[in-house]
Every structure is written in structure tokens, then in C-alpha cells.
């Protein structure tokens, strides 16, 4: 399994978000994540980053055997969960090639390995840089600094690209996008599947699922939960709407 | 109040007297007389000086700093001077104050132009000199720190630079600290005819062990369409005390842009006041950056007096353990100086609850038809950014030291003259070696 999530609750503050979530994740799967705005969906993807301002009140989180709730940020980050954030941060004064390699010697001086050599780095980024239909110089600007949405939400499946991650979690990666940016993300998405990594794509829209398919679609709403099923589920509630989810929860109670 | 005369001060200056230079010239005698009265009268600023309000240098008063004729200039190694000094520029390199001619290069300046150490322009000074010694200074500043360096000043440099030359290469001023207790006076006079353009570099630095006193005070008449560029770094030792002073008057339509990069010292002033006639031009960035328990300060002053000037400053400040950072920014737009278009900035960093900044913009405006701002912010560390740095596998010191040093260097970053941006970067990565980040990076 690469991620057991039981029961889950976690809250902000003294507002609890999530309500027990229960999710499993196996190798290659990917898994879509939608629900309407305060649905507890990105609360979910932090959590799982290990960010700080969330507490976890009850259930647990094992990734690949481990207790993931027990590991610092970093550590997560090594052991390859990597989260594309919403709200990429801009960091002038640190290039862009810069942290990618800082972030890539993390994980491998994690692993026991040396640094990358220096050539082989740079051919590994043009080479991953141009399949995300970037310019070179890109990766000499400040991170994210000044960079469109979209150039902004390629960076992170660039670092993806370069870091791979066995768990991928996108969150609201398609949000802000126009459709060929959208296409540019969803190749680079798709790219990086193999039968071992995994993927939790976080969407409030459908339309990101057009082009990456995912393997189960989950609807989340108020904090658990409350429908799961195959892709086909994502074109119903495009369809229909949260309301109609709501409705069934309703009835339910 | 005046802290009563200084008998060590004129002492000093009676035993040094012949050996100064300029000590053949009246004038120059003069001037060195009338400021060491002023001097006495005066001592060093008091911090009921509004000017000098959150900088206390009383601890320089009460070091008593013996201004010297250096011995000579054994301690500096030309190994260690690799680190700073430019690849590509004419190079006068002071050590204690005192020119040192082995350790610098002046060969091959063109005709007409004159790179020249102040002891050796004034044993046969130029009328132009004579005309401009203590001009500039003595319309914005009078404080203890320019009356003890005009009485005092062993060395300093001539830069003049005749009418539409352009300088092909920097001209760059290396000043070590070396003796323990000492005062040292550098006095520089810089004068770019119209349509002059010259890039002058100061680099201030010290021995570990010198905890000793460097006042250095430039003068530059940038006149009609001249242009100077003006870099600042001071990377003195912990121990170090230091006033610096660039006094600038740019005429109609000249340009003068500063970098002010202070890394080092104990206690340390930086004064940079500009005048600005008609559609005169200026920026000035800076950085300053506070460990331990360094006291930095940074005072600029931007004096519009003729109309369709334009004035940027840019100041950071880097503040952690229990330094103390003072950001002093003026603006003065006379009433003739209409359409004024003139903005300032301070942003800084504070990295621990012990550290202290005092910022305090001030515009004086007396004409009416200008566009002028200033905006100042005092932040932290982003915990947002941290986790983001966090979430691609870097540690949290790292991550802090990265974001610090990023923020830093974004002013670094935007020099222009490569060779300095290059010995600055070196400079202040020194300063964040957690930040793990290595310069074939950047």
C-alpha cells in the first residue's frame, strides 16, 4: 500500500475540518479529490505535507509502513510525497535551478547518495524544462518570481519531473489555468505515471480530469468522504453539481 | 551639550602636524586647523542630535582612537586582498590610512585624467582641488565625525576626470584596518567634469584583531551630464568602528547612483547625502546586515533643488541575534523643485526578538507639484515560504538561512558592475554559510 489513510480528523484552530477520512492509495493509482469550496479538500493535501497549523485529533496516516503523521516536512518531502501547491511561493534571490538542485541533493544525500554531478544536472533540467514548453532562462530567475499562473504551476510539475516522487499530491493544480496551460500540466502529469507512483489529483472542477484519468474519484463534503467511484463519477457531478451530493446527504440523515 | 575640548585630540595633532599631508600648503593647513577647533568644540555627535537619535558613539568618544602615521603596510597580504579587489580597475590600496603603492595600480590612466592618492595630489595641489576641498561636505554635514577626518586625514584619493571622458575601467579604493586603537582618516574628493562618467569603489575592510576606527569621507562634484556610480562595501571585523560619509552635488542632468553594502563592524554610520540640480538623477540601494551585536545605521539624505529631479532608494536591513539597525531616509524637495519625482523604500528582516530596527522616513516637501513616496515595512521570515522549502526536502535551518540570504541578495543580485557583484555575493554568502548555498548556483 502507499498510503493508508484511517479515520481521519483534523482541525484548524478550534474548527474541525476534517471529519474521518478514510482513504487507501496502492501503487500507480490515481485518485481525484473533489468537493465544493470548505470541503476540508486542501486541508487534506497540507496535512499530508506536513504542514504546520493543523492538528490531527484522531486516525492515522501510514505511507509505505510508516507513520506519516510522525515525519517533519522535510523528511516527507525525502521519502517522496511531493505536494504542487495551490499558491506556489515566489522567492527572489534564490533561483529557480537553485532550489531544484538543493532539492534534489536533499533527497539523495537522504538516500546515502552523493550530489549530482553538475552536467548531468543540467541536462537532466533542459531536458525536463523542454518538455514543459519553457524557456531556459526560466530556470535563472528567482523562484517563481514574477511568473504567470501558469508558468507558475508548470515550476511545480517541473520539480516534480526532477524530484520523482511516489506519491504525487496535486492541489487545485488546474485552478487559474487556460486550457493549453491546462494541456502542458496534464502531459507533464501524465508523463511521470508508471505502474509504482501514485497520484491524489485535488479538483474543484472536472476539466483536469479530461485529460489526466484518473483510476477512483472521491467526493468529499464537509470534511469525509461521503462518494466514491470510477471516472465516470466526475462527469456526473459536472453534470449535476455538488448540490445533488448534498441532497443525498441529506436524505441519508 | 559639548563634551569639552579633547587636550588628546590636539595633543595628537601637534606631534603629527609636518607629517600630514598638505602640511606645505596654507590652505590645506588652514582648513586641517579650523576643523580641529570646530572638533574640539564639538566632540563627537550626541545622541540629543536628532540626527544621531538611535546611534550612540559614545563608546567611540570614550576609546580615545590615536590617529596615527601608520607604520606601513606589512599587515596587508596581497593573498587576502585577492578576495576583494577587482579584476579589471585601478586599484589604491590603504592600509591604516596610509597609500601603499606596491600593493596598488594606478598604471596606464589616460591623459588627462587623475587617479592619484590625496597625499600625493596635495604636496602640489591643483587649483581644483583647492576650489572643491570641503565644499560639498559643507553644505549638508557638520557633525564631529567631518571636523576630527578633515584635521586628521592621512590619505584619500583624487579622482578627476576631465570634461565628456568616459572611464574605461572602475577605480577602486581598498582600505584595511590593521592597528589596534587607531583612528584612521581617509578624505577622497572626486570630481567629474560635464559629461564625465566614472565608477568608483570603495571596499572597507579590517584584520580580525583591529578594533580600531576608520572615518572616511568622500566628496564627488559630479557637474552638467556626468555620471558617477558609487560602490560601498564595508566588511570590517567585529571589532570595528566606522563613520563613512559620501557627500555628492550633482549638477543639471547628471546621474549618481550608489550601492551601500554594510556587512561588517561593530558600530557603524553610513551617511550618503545627495544634491540634485535640475533633472538630476540619483539612486541608492543599500543593505545592511546586523549579527551579534552589531549596530549599523544608514542615513541618507536626497536634497531636490532644481526642478524634474528623480530620486529611488532602495535600503534593506538584515537584522538577527541582538543587532540594532537604523535606516535615517530624508527627502527635501525645495520650492523650486517642481515636478520632483522622488520614492524611497526600507524593507527589513528581523530575525530574533532581540534585534531592533529603527526606520524613519521623512519627506520635506516645499513645492507642490511633485510625486513623492516612501513606504516602509518590518517583517519576518514567511512561514509559508519556509514550508515550501520544507515540502521540497530542505531542512528548516537551511530553509530559513536560504530565504534570509534570498532576501539579502535580491539587492546584491541588481549590481551592475559584474566584478563587484561577483565580491559582494562572496561577501555575503560568507555571512550565511548555513543557508548551504553554493555561489556556482546563484
Excluded at chain 1, 104 to 110: F, V
Excluded at chain 2, 25 to 40: K, P
Excluded at chain 2, 73 to 83: C, E, H, T, V
Excluded at chain 2, 335 to 359: H, V
Amino acid at each position: 500500500m502507499m498510503l493508508d489513510i484511517e479515520n481521519l480528523h483534523a482541525r484548524v484552530e478550534d474548527k474541525p475540518i476534517l471529519q474521518g477520512i478514510d482513504l487507501q492509495v496502492s501503487p500507480g493509482e490515481v485518485h481525484a479529490i473533489m468537493g465544493p469550496n470548505g470541503s476540508g479538500k486542501s486541508t487534506l493535501s497540507h496535512v499530508l505535507a506536513g504542514r504546520s497549523g493543523y492538528e490531527v485529533t484522531s486516525g492515522t496516516v501510514t505511507y509505505r509502513g510508516q507513520n506519516l503523521l510522525d515525519m517533519a516536512p522535510e523528511e516527507r518531502a525525502r521519502e517522496g510525497v511531493f505536494l504542487a501547491f495551490q499558491y506556489p511561493v515566489e522567492i527572489p534571490g534564490v533561483s529557480n535551478i537553485y532550489l531544484l538542485k538543493a532539492a534534489l541533493n536533499a533527497q539523495r544525500k537522504h538516500r546515502g547518495e552523493s550530489e549530482v554531478d553538475a552536467m548531468d544536472f543540467l541536462r537532466l533540467v533542459k531536458e525536463k524544462i523542454r518538455s514543459l514548453d519553457l524557456d531556459e532562462q526560466f530556470l535563472y530567475r528567482g523562484v517563481n518570481e514574477g511568473f504567470s499562473g501558469g508558468e507558475k504551476k508548470r515550476n511545480e510539475i517541473l520539480q516534480m519531473a526532477i524530484l520523482e516522487p511516489r506519491l504525487c499530491i496535486l492541489d487545485e493544480t488546474d485552478s487559474g489555468l487556460d486550457i493549453d496551460a491546462l494541456k502542458v500540466v496534464a502531459d507533464g502529469v501524465n508523463a511521470l505515471r508508471t505502474a509504482e507512483r501514485s497520484f491524489i489529483l485535488v479538483t474543484h472542477y472536472q476539466r483536469l480530469l479530461d485529460y489526466i484519468k484518473p483510476d477512483f474519484v472521491h467526493v468529499l463534503a464537509q470534511g469525509r468522504i461521503v462518494k466514491s467511484g470510477d471516472a465516470s463519477l466526475a462527469l456526473e457531478l459536472e453534470k449535476k453539481g455538488y448540490g445533488w451530493i448534498e441532497q443525498e446527504m441529506a436524505a441519508v440523515a | 551639550m559639548s563634551p569639552g575640548p579633547n587636550p588628546d585630540y590636539c595633543e595628537h595633532f601637534n606631534a603629527l602636524g609636518e607629517q600630514l599631508p598638505g602640511a606645505g600648503s596654507t590652505w590645506v593647513n588652514n582648513a586641517r586647523r579650523m576643523a580641529l577647533a570646530q572638533f574640539d568644540q564639538q566632540g563627537f555627535p550626541s545622541p540629543r542630535d536628532e540626527d544621531w537619535r538611535y546611534t550612540n558613539v559614545s563608546a567611540i568618544e570614550k576609546k580615545r582612537f590615536k590617529p596615527l602615521i601608520p607604520p606601513g603596510d606589512a599587515a596587508a597580504d596581497a593573498g587576502w586582498l585577492k578576495r576583494y579587489r577587482l579584476n579589471d580597475a585601478w586599484s589604491l590600496v590603504f592600509v591604516d590610512g596610509h597609500f601603499s603603492a606596491r600593493l596598488s595600480d594606478v598604471d596606464d590612466v589616460p591623459e588627462g585624467v587623475t587617479v592619484q592618492a590625496m597625499s600625493a595630489a596635495l604636496a602640489n595641489p591643483p587649483a581644483a582641488v583647492e576650489a572643491e576641498f570641503g565644499r560639498v561636505v559643507g553644505q549638508t554635514s557638520h557633525h564631529g565625525f567631518v571636523s576630527f577626518n578633515t584635521a586628521f586625514f592621512t590619505d584619500g584619493v583624487l579622482l578627476h576626470v576631465p570634461a565628456d571622458t568616459v572611464l574605461s575601467r572602475p577605480v577602486q579604493i581598498i582600505h584595511i584596518a590593521s592597528e589596534p586603537e587607531a583612528a584612521t582618516n581617509l578624505r577622497n574628493l572626486v570630481i567629474l567634469e560635464s559629461g564625465a562618467q566614472a565608477a568608483l569603489v570603495e571596499t572597507h575592510l579590517s584584520m580580525e584583531s583591529a578594533g580600531s576606527l576608520a572615518v572616511s569621507i568622500t566628496e564627488a562634484v559630479i557637474r552638467e551630464r556626468a555620471q558617477l556610480d558609487g560602490y560601498l562595501l564595508h566588511g570590517a571585523s567585529e571589532r570595528a568602528f566606522r563613520f563613512g560619509g559620501f557627500y555628492v552635488d550633482v549638477g543639471t542632468a547628471g546621474h549618481f547612483n550608489h550601492t551601500n553594502l554594510s556587512l561588517g563592524g561593530l558600530l557603524v554610520r553610513n551617511e550618503i547625502h545627495v544634491d540634485l540640480a535640475e533633472s538630476g538623477q540619483c539612486a541608492l540601494d543599500g543593505l545592511f546586515v546586523g549579527q551579534g551585536r552589531r549596530h549599523v545605521d544608514s542615513h541618507t539624505r536626497v536634497r531636490h533643488r532644481g526642478a524634474h529631479g528623480t530620486s529611488r532608494e532602495n535600503y534593506r536591513g538584515v537584522l538577527s541575534d541582538r543587532s540594532r539597525g537604523v535606516f535615517q531616509g530624508r527627502i527635501v524637495v525645495e520650492p523650486q523643485a517642481q515636478k520632483t519625482d522622488a520614492q524611497m523604500n526600507n524593507r527589513n528582516l528581523l530575525l530574533s526578538d532581540e534585534a531592533e530596527i529603527d526606520t524613519k522616513p521623512q519627506l520635506e516637501i516645499h513645492a507642490d507639484d511633485v510625486k513623492c513616496a516612501h513606504g516602509v515595512a518590518v517583517g519576518q521570515l514567511d512561514p509559508e515560504s519556509i514550508f515550501y522549502l520544507e515540502s521540497r526536502g530542505v531542512d528548516p535551518v537551511s530553509a530559513r538561512n536560504m530565504l534570509t540570504f534570498a532576501f539579502a541578495n535580491t539587492l546584491v543580485d541588481g549590481i551592475s558592475l559584474a566584478g563587484f557583484r561577483d565580491i559582494a555575493q562572496d561577501a555575503l554568502l560568507a555571512l550565511f554559510p548555513e543557508a548551504g548555498i553554493r555561489k556556482d548556483w546563484l
